[in-house]
T-cell receptor
Framework: KQEVTQIPAALSVPEGENLVLNCSFT??????LQWFRQDPGKGLTSLLL?????REQTSGRLNASLDKSSGRSTLYIAASQPGDSATYLC???????????FGAGTQVVVTP | EAQVTQNPRYLITVTGKKLTVTCSQN?????MSWYRQDPGLGLRQIYY???????DKGDVPEGYKVSRKEKRNFPLILESPSPNQTSLYFC?????????????FGPGTRLTVT
């Protein structure tokens, strides 16, 4: 069974510093990997989706990489802002229909 | 606007009183699913549906039922809720095979069972 791990569970950085969030998965046979943002008590906002054939995806200050052979994905957030404070979740799609296996998330606090 | 809606957003109920959480999507998606989110456990899939009248169990189906009579709706039914079903519930939908655009999530339903 696919297991997805996110380390660290929590992270605090000063404003302006680059954020690096890690996601590892045990089975490299994934269809895609999706990064989400979740604000306290709120729903999930999709940030980036990387297909299994891709190595990275970029959107604005966000860049996500995927290395299936090593079972890792990394989300980079450049020049962090207090508004980036949230919990970031990664999820691996384990079949073509999109069954997702989630990590427990990394809670990020960006201090002004 | 493309969206997944859930109702109610908040619900407090008592043990054993049947309840239904509705989920609706306006994107003509084939695939819909329900997740629950608990502290320290992350999101876990409860049930999913690949199309009308096609449903299957996820990782934690015990105590839940679903139905898919129309493509746009996928209600979650708790026949006899118990306190261990207190959780934050999310409905999600996607285009299905290939999952090219990823999954869209509803805003969540916070359920408390006393």
């Amino acid at each position: 069974k696919q297991e997805v791990t996110q380390i660290p569970a929590a992270l605090s950085v000063p404003e302006g510093e680059n954020l690096v969030l890690n996601c590892s998965f045990t089975d490299s046979a994934i269809y895609n990997l999706q990064w989400f943002r979740q604000d306290p008590g709120k729903g999930l906002t999709s940030l980036l989706l990387i297909q299994s054939s891709q190595r990275e995806q970029t959107s604005g200050r966000l860049n996500a990489s995927l290395d299936k052979s090593s079972g890792r994905s990394t989300l980079y957030i450049a020049a962090s802002q207090p508004g980036d404070s949230a919990t970031y979740l990664c999820a691996a799609a384990t079949d073509s229909w999109g069954k997702l296996q989630f990590g427990a998330g990394t809670q990020v606090v960006v201090t002004p | 606007e493309a969206q997944v809606t859930q109702n109610p957003r908040y619900l407090i109920t008592v043990t054993g009183k049947k309840l239904t959480v509705t989920c609706s999507q306006n994107m003509n998606h084939e695939y819909m699913s329900w997740y629950r989110q608990d502290p320290g456990l992350g999101l876990r899939q409860i049930y999913y549906s690949m199309n009308v009248e096609v449903t299957d169990k996820g990782d934690v189906p015990e105590g839940y039922k679903v139905s898919r009579k129309e493509k746009r709706n996928f209600p979650l039914i708790l026949e006899s809720p118990s306190p261990n079903q207190t959780s934050l519930y999310f409905c999600a939908s996607s285009l299905g095979t290939g999952n090219i655009l990823g999954q869209y999530f509803g805003p969540g339903t916070r359920l408390t069972v006393t």
